[in-house]
């Protein structure tokens, strides 16, 4: 595994952490969102396994794609229900103290 391969790996186990934190996990109470971080666990042991194989099999790169779209997908979708949590929290703007 080459040095990008390795530290792409190493920031997705961060990513998978991060996500296992007990303060995180206890609010992923959505079915769709408990699915996609399996998904996305799922797809973290796939790039390691598919690190493994032999640096030019066509087997690689192929299975490479797949990875990284499917990926994409996922961290799309944390990214979306991160944010649409957020968006809940902009009434926090308004409040000013009283005097």
Do not use: C, W
């Not at 996990?25 to 690190?51: C, G, H, M, W």
């Not at 979708?77 to 991160?82: G, Q, S």
């Amino acid at each position: 595994m080459n040095t990008d391969n390795h530290l792409f790996a190493k920031a997705l186990e961060q990513m998978k952490e991060l996500l296992r934190s007990p303060a995180l996990e206890s609010r992923a109470k959505d079915p769709f969102v408990t699915k996609t971080i399996i998904e996305f666990y799922d797809l973290i042991d796939a790039y390691a396994e598919n690190q493994s194989l032999e640096p030019g099999d066509p087997k690689q790169s192929e299975q490479l794609r797949s990875i990284f779209t499917d990926l994409a997908s996922k961290i799309d979708a944390i990214e979306d229900h991160v944010n649409s949590g957020l968006d809940k929290l902009n009434f926090l703007s308004n409040i000013t103290p009283r005097n």
